[in-house]
Structure formats: C-alpha cells, structure tokens
C-alpha cells in the first residue's frame, strides 16, 4: 500500500521561500506522476504542479509559474516542491498525490498524503 507524507511546511515571511517534500513508502514514486495540491480557506483545492513519472514533463498552474519549482529524488523516493517568492495568497494545506496519470486535475490521482500547512504572512 502506498502511502504518502508531505514535510517542509511551515510559517514564513512574504518572499521568504520553503521546500515541501513528499516521500513515499510501500511503492517506487518513480513510476507515478505525482501532483501537488493547495486548499486555501473556505476554498476549493486547486491543482499547482505535477510532474509525469520518471520527470520527462512538469506543469504548473499560472499563479506559481516561475516561483515553485517540482523536483525528483529517486533514490530518496521523494519529490519536492521548491516554493520561493512567497505570497500571502500561497498561505493554504499543500497535499501531494500519486496516480499513474499526471495532471493538475485532483480525479486522476489515487494516492493522498495528509497535507501540511503553509502559512505565508509578516
């Protein structure tokens, strides 16, 4: 069975940076696109990056490009999400999930961790 657990949050000051992780045990994340997710507040959660299996392809949602970065360890079994230039609007539970197809779409994602919190404010 495999299970997720996502790391790396944390409180941080506006343009302040973090990197979540999101390891794995019970399977090899290298064969899964895996995704990361934020829900904000009394809103929807919302698809920011995914990157395929293997890290041919990434994609990221208009609000982070070019501030988060999706990363691969493999012999860590772990992907990362590499937050900088932190807004106030990032504040929000990230999730990562696993699926054997990638997307920013929550559907096609089987496997859940349980969040972390970030929290973006001075």
């Known amino acids: 069975q495999l299970q997720l657990v996502e790391s790396g949050g944390g409180l941080v000051q506006p343009g302040g940076s973090l990197r979540l992780s999101c390891s794995a045990s019970?399977?090899?994340?290298?064969?899964?696109?895996i995704g990361w997710f934020r829900q904000a507040p009394g809103k929807e959660r919302e698809g920011i990056s995914y990157?395929?299996?293997?890290?041919?392809?990434?994609n990221y949602t208009d609000s982070v490009k070019g501030r988060f970065t999706i990363s691969r360890d493999t012999a860590k079994n772990t992907v990362y999400l590499q937050m900088n230039t932190l807004k106030p609007e990032d504040t929000a539970v990230y999730y990562c999930?696993?699926?054997?197809?990638?997307?920013?779409?929550?559907?096609?994602?089987?496997?859940w961790g349980q969040g972390t919190q970030v929290t973006v404010s001075s």
């Open positions: 999930a696993a699926g054997f197809w990638g997307g920013l779409a929550q559907h096609v994602y089987d496997f």
């Open positions: 019970g399977f090899t994340l290298d064969y899964l696109a």
């Open positions: 990157i395929s299996s293997r890290g041919g392809n990434t």
